[in-house]
Structure formats: structure tokens, C-alpha cells
């Protein structure tokens, strides 16, 4: 029996059967080095997913794992109620990259935990309750934040939390009644404003947005959108929380975070996943007069936020992320990746779009260009034909027709290369079975 047969025999049996697994022959992974993984049966995959967009610096950074084992010598937990100085250092090191004025930070282990709290720092700093999420987003498993995603396949169970109202998202390729982008991003913003207006007080605590929806399918929110709607917010008493758990570390290129492809300015932010190249740990950003609202409300800790040894591996990441995997080089590599992706749709009529900014590239496949018809199934089988070339790479979007296409920060250009080849073969073997 092959090892792979038998560890997901034994997955079957005790783990439980709702965590999806990729592929219609589950893939269990051994080793990684760099921008290569290797299953458990010794089989080499150029990885084009990171781990959802987590693995930021590569497999087995050398860096990350230096500072890991230094922590582990001095202290490995200590939770909150005692400051640790990896903790306070990242914290410091982090306020240099985050937007001017969010430079104090709530540490967590999980994305979920970090929009759970900056929804509940909202409602305290406001005094109001309703929050404005969009339609396609994705906010993670709690009862809350499964509230907060605006896609019923992603809700397990009866979960409905009142207080939290959906708007329309601007997702261009699917505008309504054949609008123009312009037109459209309008359309959804007077949305925005009828929804306050009719399924609330009319007083919220928040909007929040991902400036692109990751398991949504990479829909990348226009700048005159998300403007447009910081203000709408602003103006019914809300703050504004942009969730950059996959957006965020220099992924999108040029800046260090998705949402400065516009002008907004968040009032809180949102981070996890590639923050600490694999660790579980996350952060809220904010000004200091909305932490500080906080103080007084109620009693609260972190048992494991702000771990010294998650902390420390961060620390590595994003010495790693300003020395030699910039937001500068991630916009160079994305669009070298943007420009093979394009060419491969003038190859393939089953490509219906492909968008995206910098490491963060998606792709939505159709049965048909002119009627737009969603194809899962191709989406399946390209997943399917790439790993069989050796590359692996994810999906996503409310139709579960989108490929999302996203490496290591340290991608080169022979990596895209390598992939885009990939690609092809993929993409050639599932055209020819249309």
C-alpha cells in the first residue's frame, strides 16, 4: 500500500469528514523547500498556492526557521498576561509598514479571530451594532464570521447572527443587466446605501471589505468602489475594517497592503496567513484612540495571541519580506505571471477572465465566452491535469469556477515560467475534452 493511501485511510477514519480536501485523490503532503513540495510518496510540485496564500517566503525558510529556534530555546508560551519580548518587538517592527496612524496591534492565532475582533472593536468604539459585509466575501469558520461570509456553501449549519447585512460586490465580469464597469460600481454603491437604509437603524458600526475576495475567486474590488463605500459608511456612523488576510505583506504588489490600490484610508485592518510564513498567528491594526476604547469595556485575554514562538517566525517573515520579497518585485513577478495568464487566454476559450494584481491571480473558467456560463468542472479538471504536470494551484468563487493562482513571495521568473508551461498542458489536455 502506498504511504499516501494510507494516511488519508486514517484521516477517514479520525479526523472529521467536513475539512474538504483537494483533488479526487486526496494530496498528502511530506516535505517543502522553497517554491517545491513533495507528497508522502516522494513526488516533486511546483507550489502556486502557498498553502492559501501562506507559505509567503518560501518552504522551509532558513531565516524564519533561525529565529523559530532561537525562541524555542529561551521560551515557547506565556500568553498574554505576561508581555514576552517577541511579541512587543514584532508589534514595533510591524508599525513600519502599516498605513500611517494603525500602529498599535490585538494579536491572535487565525484570520477568523482577527475579523471576530475588529467587528467587536466597531461596536464598542461606535456604540453601534450593524455591520455591512459584501456578498462573495469570506471571513472565516466562527458562528460570527460565518455570518459575515456572503456565501451560503461556506455557512455550516443554521447560522444567522442579526445584526450582520450583505451588499452587493462589485464582481465586474458578472455585472448586472450587461452594465459597464462604471455604471456598475455605482449600481452596487447605491445598493450599499439601500441596504443601510432599509435593513438597519440606519446607524452601523462597520463595513468591511477584502480589496480582493479570496475564496470569493480573487474578485478584485475597483478603487472607485471601495472609496465610494469607505464613505457611504463613514457618513451612517461606521467605521471602516478592510480585511487583508490574504491581501496583505507586499502579495498585490507596489504597496505593502491590497486596499493602498485606492485611496482608502481603514480605520481598522485585518491580517493573518502569510504574517508569519505558516505559524498561526494574526493581528488587528488600529489607531490608538479606538484601542483604547477597549479599555473599560470588559475584561479580555489572548491565551495563545502574540505567542513567542509565532511572534518569532513573524519576525523572520518580514525581515525576509523588506530585505528581498518587496511589494516592488511581488508587482515585477505578478505581472510577468498577469502577462503569461493573458496569453494563455487567447489560446483557450474556456479562460473567461483572468484578474487579479501582483502574486494574487485569478481565473475563471466558462463553457461558453458570450454567455459567460459558469464551468466548475473545468476548474476541476485543470486543477486535476496541473498536478499531474507537477504544479499546484487552488480555486475558489461562489460558482466553483475559479482558479486561484498565487506563489511564494520568493517566486522568480523561471518559477512562473515553469508554471505557465504547467498551465498550458493543463489547459490544452481540458480543451480538447470540450
Known amino acids: 500500500m502506498k504511504k499516501s493511501t494510507e494516511l488519508i485511510t486514517k484521516q477517514k477514519k ?8 483537494y483533488y479526487a485523490d486526496p494530496l498528502p503532503l511530506d516535505r517543502g523547500d522553497g517554491m517545491y513540495v513533495w507528497d508522502v510518496d516522494g513526488n516533486k510540485y511546483l ?15 532558513g531565516r524564519v526557521r533561525q529565529r523559530i529556534n532561537e525562541q524555542l530555546d529561551k521560551l515557547i508560551h506565556s500568553s498574554t498576561l505576561y508581555p514576552n519580548q517577541a511579541h512587543i518587538e514584532y508589534a514595533e517592527m510591524l508599525a513600519q ?15 477568523t479571530d482577527a475579523d471576530e475582533t475588529a467587528v467587536l472593536m466597531a461596536q464598542v468604539h461606535t456604540g453601534n451594532t450593524e455591520i455591512i459585509a459584501l456578498r462573495h466575501g469570506y471571513s472565516g469558520k466562527s458562528q460570527l464570521a460565518m455570518t459575515l461570509t456572503g456565501q451560503g456553501a461556506w455557512r455550516m449549519g443554521p447560522v444567522h447572527i ?14 448586472l443587466g450587461g452594465l459597464d464597469e462604471k455604471s ?19 446607524k452601523i458600526a462597520a463595513l468591511i471589505m477584502e480589496p480582493i475576495q479570496g475564496v470569493g475567486g480573487f474578485i478584485t474590488l475597483p478603487p472607485e468602489y471601495m472609496e465610494g463605500a469607505a464613505d457611504i459608511a463613514r457618513a451612517h456612523g461606521g467605521l471602516v475594517i478592510i480585511d487583508e488576510v490574504q491581501t496583505g505583506f507586499g ?22 496567513k502569510g504574517i508569519a510564513n505558516g505559524m498561526p498567528l494574526s493581528a488587528v491594526a488600529t489607531a490608538p484612540e479606538i484601542a483604547q476604547s477597549a479599555v473599560g469595556a470588559g475584561l479580555t485575554i489572548s491565551t495563545f495571541g502574540g505567542n513567542p514562538i509565532a511572534c518569532a517566525a ?20 505578478g505581472q510577468l505571471l498577469e502577462d503569461g495568464l493573458h496569453a494563455l487566454a487567447k489560446k483557450y476559450p474556456l479562460i473567461g477572465e483572468v484578474r487579479g494584481r501582483g502574486l494574487m491571480q485569478g481565473v475563471e473558467l466558462v463553457s461558453d465566452r458570450q454567455s459567460k456560463a459558469a464551468a466548475p ?24 469556477n475559479s482558479l486561484r493562482i498565487a506563489p511564494p513571495l520568493m517566486a522568480a521568473q523561471e518559477h512562473v515560467e515553469e508554471a505557465l508551461e504547467k498551465l498550458d498542458l493543463a489547459f490544452a489536455h481540458v480543451q480538447e475534452s470540450v
Not at 251 to 272: C, E, F, L, N, Y
Not at 380 to 400: C, H, W
Open 14 to 21: 479520525h479526523l472529521w469528514p467536513n475539512q474538504i480536501l
Open 47 to 61: 507550489d502556486f498556492f502557498a498553502g492559501i496564500l501562506t507559505t509567503s517566503v518560501g518552504h522551509n525558510n
Open 97 to 111: 509598514i502599516t498605513p500611517e496612524g494603525l500602529d498599535t496591534f490585538y494579536f491572535g492565532a487565525s484570520g
Open 162 to 175: 442579526g445584526y450582520v447585512r450583505h451588499a452587493m460586490t462589485p464582481y465586474t465580469y458578472r455585472a
Open 184 to 202: 456598475f460600481v455605482q449600481a452596487c454603491l447605491d445598493d450599499l446605501q439601500d441596504v443601510i437604509k432599509t435593513m438597519t437603524s440606519g
Open 251 to 272: 502579495r498585490t504588489g507596489t504597496h505593502w497592503w491590497g486596499h493602498q490600490h485606492s485611496a482608502v484610508k481603514p480605520d481598522i485592518m485585518t491580517m493573518a
Open 314 to 333: 513573524a519576525i523572520g517573515t518580514l525581515e525576509e519580506m523588506m530585505e528581498s520579497y518587496t511589494p516592488a518585485r511581488s508587482a515585477a513577478i
Open 377 to 400: 468542472q473545468h476548474a476541476n479538471a485543470v486543477m486535476e491535469a496541473a498536478r499531474k504536470t507537477g504544479l499546484l494551484i487552488g480555486k475558489g468563487g461562489m460558482l466553483g
